[in-house]
Every structure is written in structure tokens, then in C-alpha cells.
């Protein structure tokens, strides 16, 4: 008779980056159930975004991830240009050139920064040393163009705050010409390797209907075969005026994950050469002074997938209310099927499959205070962070 062990995985693992809690139902080395605990971030950044004014919003939702810090402030500014009449008829054209290629930077940093943990993940350590060799000329693109490596500080509403000098173009190119070389190494190299497909096909698997079932989006549903990606579907800045492909796995495991994410940075490569050979003169910024009364709601393909922002506007310089659904919001949930069924070791390489981001996920934590009778609402949180903030600058000054 088989008995029942539960293995935790977290809040803190090795695995994680971030805390959060997966309980694992083991029977021998086979996981038979998981329960996925969060709320182990408190953020408070939609509450926060209340009390700002528009143009510091796109700073506040920039930090709600440092890995894809641009698809927040996009997808708010999207949001925003909605409500004013659609960032087509709003945003210069070169503005939206540059929006696309720091968003295709982004998709390749993202990417080659999954892959090299996962190799780490895996024990294959050269792949991890490589990948995050390799990162760093997609960082140094970010800092000729922004003057920034992380938290780029680009996107506003109507456009955007810097331009790409004519003679930085050719280092753009350069450095993506080498990339590309790379990137063909580490195609050949894991789709030659029977190492790795032994440890990672048949692993973590998702069907096509499981990814319907649990509203999986980007990468980790287009490995299951489901044709979907919002730079297509929902298209925004310069995408359609660029050639490029979605690209679809089907065997929907770990390998397929894999493949689905290299293929990816090529094509974000070829997104920005030829955003780079077409972008036109022009103004960089709308210069849009008022946000009227209403909503809008702004959507990106983030690297892990739909990226969701909603704006509701009383026509004065702050939202009335900030909504904001990251994309390991439904990625995460997932691993409710797709760690079920393989061993204890198997599991914790699928959860870190979807690339997850928990700092991302989670927005609010309910705090009691040491009388367990108040529980603290959002201004509370707000105040009591501001409080702490005051409090530092105090030290440190002092």
C-alpha cells in the first residue's frame, strides 16, 4: 500500500529567485497532487499608481519586474492611449519604431537569461555561462539606446523620452549580427544534445487542451501548439510593418519550451534589423498634456506572455483605478497539471519551466496587526510603506 509524503518546494529554494510555496503529494518519488501557495510579495503597485500622476505611473510599473521591465510601462502606456484614441492615431511613427525594438531587446534578454538558469537548473553549467555571456551585448545595446542596462525609462504616454542617434544603428546591427551566429550554436547545440533531450523531453508536459483549460499564454502555451501571441493578434507599435513568424511547438514539454524561446530571439533579431532599416524621421513624443474621463485597456506580449493593463480615468492627472494581470498570474497556475504525474526532480525543472515572475503575479498581502483585530487596507499599506521609506531617508541623512 502506497503512502502519501508531502515534499514543500519553497517559499525559499534554490530554484526560486522569489519566495513562493508549492506543496507537493508524493507517493514514492511520483508527485500525485500539488497545491500552489502565494501571496508571499507584497507590492500595493496598482494601489500605489492611484496616488501618482500619469507620468510617474510608467516609472512605478517599470519596477514591478526587472527582467521584462518594459512590457509593464508599455502596456500601461497602451492603456492610457486607449482612452485617448489609440496609440496609431496618437504616437509619432518613429516613436513607434523605437517602442518595438527596446520591447524585441527586452524579448532577448528575457529569454537568454531563462535559458541560462535553466541549464544551471539542469547541471549543464556551460549553457548557463554562455547564455548570460551573451546577455550582456543585449545589455550594452540597452545602454547605448537608453543609457540604461535595466529599467530602461523610455515609454511614456504618447510616445517616448529618448531617440536612437543615427550613429548608434550600426552598433545595434553589429551586436545582433553576432547574436544571431550565437543563437544558431544554441539551437544546434541542444537540439544535437541527447543529454539534455533524455532529461527534458516528455517532462512537464501540457497538452493543447490543458493549456486552453488553464488560460496559458506565451511561450509555455505556444510549446502545446496553441497559436497565440499578442504582437500578432492585438499588433501595436511598428510589428506590422515588419515580416516575422509566431512560432509553435507541439509536443508542449520542457524541450519544446526550450526550442520555442531560441527560435523566439531570432526572430525578435529580424524584428529589429528591419525596424532599424526602416525606422523614419520624425518626432519621438505627442507631448499629450490631459488624460480625459474614461478607460482603456493596453496588452502586450511580454516574454512570458499577455501582459494586461486597465486605466479608468475621472479626467484628472491620476486613474481612479489601476488594474494590472501579468502573464505567470496564468502560467503558474498551470503547474496544478503539468508537475502531476512526473518524480519529485522533474518537478521542480517544471515549475521553473513557464519562466515564472512571482513579484510580477502578486499585487497585495493582508496584514493583521499585533492585535489580530484591525486588518490593514490598501492606504494603511501605502502609508505604512511611505513611513519606512521616510524613515530610511532619515538614517541616512542623519
Known sequence: MSHKVIVPIGPY?????????????VEGEKVVDIDIIIGYNHRGVEKLAESKHYDQIAYLVERICGICSSSHPYAFVLAVE????????????????IRTIIDELQRIHSHLLWLGLAGHFIGYNTIWMWAWKYREPVLDCFETVTGNRNNYAMFKVGGVRRDIKDEDIPVLKKALDELSCVLDMFNGAI?????????????????????????????????SGVNIDIRRDVPYGAIEKVDWNVILEKDGDIFAKTVVRIIEMSESIRIIRQCLDKIPKGPIDANVKDIPQGEGIGVVEAPRGECFHYIKSDGTNRPVRHKIRAPSYMNVASDKVSAVGGTISDATLTLAAVD???????????????????????????????????????RKDG
Open 191 to 223: 537540439n544535437d544534445d541527447p543529454v539534455i533531450k533524455a532529461r527534458l523531453k516528455g517532462v512537464g508536459l501540457l497538452s493543447r487542451q490543458q493549456v486552453i483549460d488553464w488560460c496559458v499564454v506565451g511561450p509555455t502555451a505556444r510549446a
Open 356 to 394: 515564472p515572475c512571482y513579484c510580477c503575479t502578486e499585487r497585495l498581502a493582508v496584514i493583521r496587526k499585533s492585535d489580530n483585530k484591525k486588518i490593514m487596507n490598501g492606504w494603511d499599506l501605502v502609508k505604512l510603506c511611505q513611513e519606512k521609506t521616510h524613515l530610511m531617508k532619515e
Open 13 to 25: 529554494h534554490p530554484l526560486q529567485e522569489e519566495p513562493e510555496f508549492f506543496q507537493l503529494y
Open 82 to 97: 486607449d482612452l485617448l484614441g489609440g496609440e496609431a492615431n496618437i504616437v509619432p511613427e518613429r516613436a513607434l519604431y
